[in-house]
């Protein structure tokens, strides 16, 4: 059984940085592309980032590139989101979730995923 825990969220104020996991169990890592989408009240899911399964492949929406880093740790079966110069526009639920797709552009999007995670608050205010 497929499941994504993330952790990491919290309350950090404009220009601040929080460093997002996904931890993964039950499916085999090696073969699955692996997203960050988030979700603000009111607005549709959105992506902001996805990594392929051999690490080759990323995707950055066009809000968060310079400012997260997507990456994986294959030992640990985990992805982590390092967000940067965060702004009070990037509150939102942010998701982990997990397909076994080909990542590029046009797939980082949250209808190409079926395996969700239960979603972390991040909360960038003064």
């Known amino acids: 059984q497929v499941q994504l825990v993330e952790s990491g969220g919290g309350l950090v104020q404009p220009g601040g940085s929080l460093r997002l996991s996904c931890a993964a169990s039950g499916f085999t890592w090696a073969y699955y592309t692996i997203g960050w989408f988030r979700q603000a009240p009111g607005n549709e899911r959105e992506s902001v980032s996805c990594?392929?399964?051999?690490?080759?492949?990323?995707y950055y929406a066009d809000f968060v590139k310079g400012r997260f880093t997507i990456s994986r740790d294959n030992a640990k079966n985990t992805v982590y989101l390092q967000m940067n110069s965060l702004k009070p526009e990037d509150t939102a639920v942010y998701y982990c979730?997990?397909?076994?797709?080909?990542?590029?552009?046009?797939?980082?999007?949250?209808?190409?995923?079926?395996?969700w995670g239960q979603g972390t608050q991040v909360t960038v205010s003064s």
């Open positions: 979730a997990t397909d076994q797709i080909l990542m590029d552009g046009s797939t980082c999007t949250p209808l190409m995923y079926d395996y």
């Open positions: 990594i392929s399964n051999n690490d080759r492949t990323t």
